[in-house]
């Protein structure tokens, strides 16, 4: 099974200030297989990233994905009040699906 | 739009059977080009994968809960359904359910049900 990491697990940042999330993996992921998700409190997430830099209908594009192998990277350009809430990486491999502890943006 | 809603008891006794049902709108869940999934959240804490079905019944489960889960599919009432078999309180949790795209990533999620394992 393929665990992933996430870091830092809180990130303090103001808003328009870049955030930058990481997601490393213990083994190789494809890059077809990663998505990002963001989850606010009391809501389902929602799956901002998928295939590492793809973004799902309707994501403004200051969401990046970039990485491969083990690294993967979400990037927020410009942070909107709206973007502060948990995030959260996962991927798929050997037909398992398995999610990052999470990195809690928040507001400095 | 797709829509997704999830149905079912909200507190199980210990050691009985969860058993939520996610009931889809807006889309067929025989279409070919998805699986259909179910996550879950412990309270304050981060996402659990428990398995996938595609619409002919072929299912992944995760591991560690292979032994205690079962997930089905009704096509004709376009619905597919969770048991999770011997709970404890570990099994308390959000469960959610998801159309995935491919096998791969949930896109599109139900709003959620607090399942409460006690006695």
């Known amino acids: 099974e393929i665990v992933l990491t996430q870091s830092p697990g809180t990130l303090s940042l103001s808003p328009g200030e870049r955030a930058t999330l990481s997601c490393r993996a213990s083994q190789s992921v494809s890059s077809s297989y990663l998505a990002w998700y963001q989850q606010k409190p009391g809501q389902a997430p929602r799956l901002l990233i998928y295939g590492t830099s793809s973004r799902a209908t309707g994501i403004p594009d200051r969401f990046s994905g970039s990485g491969s192998g083990t690294d993967f990277t979400l990037t927020i350009s410009r942070l909107e009040p709206e973007d502060f809430a948990v995030y959260y990486c996962q991927q798929y491999g050997s037909s398992l699906l398995t999610f990052g502890g999470g990195t809690k943006v928040e507001i400095k | 739009q797709v829509q997704l809603q999830e149905s079912g008891p909200g507190l199980v006794k210990p050691s009985e059977t969860l058993s939520l049902t996610c009931t889809v709108s807006?889309?067929?869940?025989?279409?070919?080009?998805?699986?259909w999934g179910w996550i879950r959240q412990p309270p304050g804490k981060g996402l659990e994968w428990i398995g996938s079905i595609y619409y002919s019944g072929s299912t992944l489960y995760n591991p560690s809960l292979k032994s205690r889960v079962t997930i089905s599919v009704d096509t004709s009432k376009n619905q597919f359904s969770l048991k999770v078999m011997s709970v404890t309180a570990a099994d308390t949790a959000v469960y959610y359910c998801?159309?995935?795209?491919?096998?791969?990533?949930?896109?599109?999620w139900g709003q959620g049900t607090l399942v409460t394992v006690s006695s």
């Open positions: 807006g889309g067929s869940i025989s279409s070919s080009s998805y699986y």
């Open positions: 998801a159309r995935l795209r491919g096998a791969v990533a949930p896109e599109y």
